[in-house]
């Protein structure tokens, strides 16, 4: 999924590991959210997999609730086929205080980094981001993906009367994917301790320079339990990462 070239562009990877998923009780009460299973293995399996599939060598997992249910699972990375490092917050750090501290573990900053949420499992091919992200010379790049109405729509015309129905369609929006591209100089702009989306990412956004990617590629995140029965549904798909 990534050519040689851009195999040396980037190939560290930092995951956001540390959500307590109090909507997916009582999965959670034991475990992180990114350890919760689908199909007899954790959500971060797949993450990892299709990591290693892209070439990367090596991910930092940043980690605090529970964070013993995922080094005692994952070690070093010998099963998964990459070299893992933990990056364990003594106190809650928020999402982008998590970033920040990861970070201190980078062999390089001087290429970009992959961010991502380690409650998504996703076959986004990963040359296209990155020479998209070069070719902007943005120094964050937004994964983002097309909004789903969780509900069905009906659509009425002027005169008031139900004239179509249409099941869970696509909205003319997008959203935040939680993948995101980084290059190495912004790690010191991320807060200590908070939301990078609260803090950084709106400076950004109002200064142009957050550049965003839409991908309508594969994507899944598990938030709920719903979610989650959803994704086993994706049964061939989760297959090629197992």
């Known amino acids: 999924m990534v050519d040689n070239q851009m195999k040396t562009y980037c190939n560290q990877a930092i995951i956001l590991a540390g959500g307590r998923g109090e909507r997916l009780r009582p999965l959670t009460y034991d475990r992180p959210k990114p350890m919760v299973e689908v199909l007899g293995r954790p959500i971060l399996y797949y993450s990892l997999r299709w990591l290693r599939e892209c070439g990367f060598k090596r991910a930092i997992i940043a980690c605090s609730y529970k964070h013993e249910v995922i080094s005692q699972y994952f070690g070093r990375g010998e099963d998964v086929g990459i070299d ?4 364990i917050e003594k106190e809650a750090l928020g999402r982008g205080g998590g970033i920040k501290l990861a970070s201190q573990q980078l062999d390089d900053r001087n290429s970009p980094v992959l961010v991502i949420n380690g409650d998504l499992i996703t076959r986004l091919a990963l040359s296209d981001l990155f020479a998209n992200h070069k070719a902007s010379q943005a120094k964050v790049t937004i994964v983002t993906v097309p909004l789903h109405s969780p509900y069905g729509i009906v659509e009425i015309d002027a005169n008031d009367l139900a004239v179509r129905f249409r099941e869970k369609p696509t909205l003319p929006y997008w959203i935040n994917a939680g993948i995101y591209l980084i290059d190495g100089s912004m790690f010191s702009a991320f807060p200590d301790k908070g939301d990078h989306e609260e803090i950084l990412f709106p400076s950004l956004a109002a200064n142009k320079q ?18 989650l029965e959803e994704l086993k549904q994706d049964e061939p798909v989760l297959a090629q990462l197992a």
């Open 210 to 227: 957050l550049h965003a990617y839409k991908f309508e590629g594969f994507w899944r995140t598990v938030d709920t339990i719903k979610d």
């Open 84 to 87: 893992i490092a933990y990056a």
